[in-house]
T-cell receptor, first 114, second 112 residues
Framework: NAGVTQTPKFRILKIGQSMTLQCTQD?????MYWYRQDPGMGLKLIYY???????DKGEVPNGYNVSRSTTEDFPLRLELAAPSQTSVYFC?????????????FGPGTRLTVT | QKEVEQDPGPLSVPEGAIVSLNCTYS??????FMWYRQYSRKGPELLMY????GNKEDGRFTAQVDKSSKYISLFIRDSQPSDSATYLC????????????FGTGTRLKVLA
């Protein structure tokens, strides 16, 4: 049982490039989330999904897109990368209990845009 | 005013001390409250969650929620150097949106 896995661990992008951050969970959780964490700023919700085929925006969705075609996978797409998207990105999942309160996080992807 | 406020620290304590970590919030609709521990360059790890008011204890950790004061606390008894990490609070309302608002985190150092 691997939990939540994320790839890649690190990535450097040039301004204007695109990439997809991968997230997979093997706990059969309905709910999945993408957060970004900037120094001293806590975690900000980018997008979330309550099940396959259903996604919705969080606090900071601009510049990102998501899809959820399976229960296990929740990729995050960056189009036209900008320096403001330099951050650590965390994917999380939770079971449909207690308001989704038991969120389990992946190890993160460190992204630098130069 | 931020929805969730948390002192960033760092908070330095000697080994064995009782640690008190706190968050205040402004949204009276928050019902779910969580505490996470995050080691450097790692993902957050869920420590405890509580629903509505009251206390919850798990080993050396106790979480308290005071909804009348919009104040939550995490107490760590007999603190250990391995407790040195950043502690994040998070909270959500009962609207079914599953959107959690996180505090900025408090960095804790437990000195041996």
């Amino acid at each position: 049982n691997a939990g939540v896995t994320q790839t890649p661990k690190f990535r450097i992008l040039k301004i204007g490039q695109s990439m997809t951050l991968q997230c997979t969970q093997d706990m059969n959780h309905n709910y999945m989330y993408w957060y970004r964490q900037d120094p001293g700023m806590g975690l900000k919700l980018i997008y979330y999904s309550v099940g396959a085929g259903i996604t919705d925006k969080g606090e900071v969705p601009n510049g990102y897109n998501v899809s959820r075609s399976t229960t296990e996978d929740f990729p995050l797409r960056l189009e036209l990368a900008a320096p403001s998207q330099t951050s650590v990105y965390f994917c999380a999942s939770s079971p449909p209990l207690a308001g989704g309160s038991e969120q389990y996080f992946g190890p993160g992807t460190r992204l630098t845009v130069t | 005013q931020k929805e969730v406020e948390q002192d960033p620290g760092p908070l330095s304590v000697p080994e064995g001390a009782i640690v008190s970590l706190n968050c205040t919030y402004s949204n009276s609709a928050f019902q779910y409250f969580m505490w996470y521990r995050q080691y450097s360059r790692k993902g957050p790890e869920l420590l405890m969650y509580t629903y509505s008011s009251g206390n919850k204890e798990d080993g050396r950790f106790t979480a308290q929620v005071d909804k009348s004061s919009k104040y939550i606390s995490l107490f760590i008894r007999d603190s250990q150097p391995s407790d040195s990490a950043t502690y994040l609070c998070a909270m959500s309302d009962n609207s079914g949106t599953y959107k959690y608002i996180f505090g900025t985190g408090t960095r804790l150092k437990v000195l041996a």
